[in-house]
């Protein structure tokens, strides 16, 4: 089966034997999947050139099994040109879909929501706002539920309250559980509306999503998190 001229951005690239690479890209209509670029490390190769993070370009592959063979790519977009902080929060993003993003499973809303924090992470400095709303909408595209709106009872947030926030379970009130991360209800309210002007909400934000997002991956370390925690 040959698949044409399909979106697709590249997430990772490893080298695979002598000349060829294995690349794990984000495509619009397939979800993530694994290509084998043949001959992509020969310094001749029409493929060597395209194979780069945070482009939006098209790609031509083939096969049955799941590691497909790539025969093509084209631009299609401007070069975004990532840089300094918002080139780290760029292979962040990458490194958080590899981690928890699964193969073969299409989804086009969060295809098109990172196209957008790529854009964004290319012409704005709040970086923190970026990061903070695509980690919401991957925990959320794949099912779990991070409720900013009520607590574990079904009550709304309110700003003026202390709540502990415990993945799979919610807010819920600090004499309950000595499990989650501590939060006020105000930082729930700014993040269900994307307001990060508060340095509170920018601080206890980070927090609690550092808290969630190591919760899913299992406690893997993700390199280029690291990176930008400690900026």
């Known amino acids: 089966m040959r698949i044409e001229d399909q979106n697709i951005y590249i997430l990772h690239t490893y080298p695979f034997k002598e000349t060829s690479l294995l690349v794990e890209v984000f495509s619009e209509n397939f979800g993530r999947l694994s290509l084998l670029a043949k001959g992509a490390r020969r310094p001749r190769s029409l493929l060597r050139g395209y194979l780069q993070p945070f482009q939006l370009v098209q790609g031509t592959w083939s096969g049955q099994g799941e590691l497909k063979t790539l025969f093509g790519v084209e631009w299609v977009s401007k070069y975004l040109g990532l840089n300094n902080q918002g080139l780290?929060?760029?292979?962040?993003l990458n490194e958080l879909m590899m981690k928890l993003l699964p193969k073969a499973d299409p989804n086009q809303s969060l295809f098109n929501y990172y196209h957008k924090c790529l854009v964004a992470l290319s012409i704005s400095k709040n970086h923190e706002k970026i990061l903070r709303s695509f980690?919401?909408?991957?925990?959320?595209?794949?099912g779990y539920q991070v409720n900013l709106l009520t607590d574990e009872n079904g009550e709304p947030i309110s700003d003026d309250k202390n709540y502990i926030f415990e993945a799979e379970y919610g807010a819920s009130s600090p004499d309950k559980t000595q499990n989650g991360v501590k939060v006020k209800g105000k930082t729930l309210q700014d993040m269900s509306n994307e307001n990060y002007k508060d340095h509170v909400t920018v601080n206890e934000s980070k927090l609690l999503m550092r808290y969630l997002i190591s919760f899913y991956t299992e406690n893997h370390n993700l390199k280029s998190k690291e990176l930008f925690y400690k900026s």
């Not at 780290?88 to 962040?92: A, H, I, R």
């Not at 980690?135 to 794949?142: A, G, N, Y």
């Open 88 to 92: 780290v929060c760029g292979f962040y």
């Open 135 to 142: 980690e919401l909408k991957l925990l959320q595209v794949l």
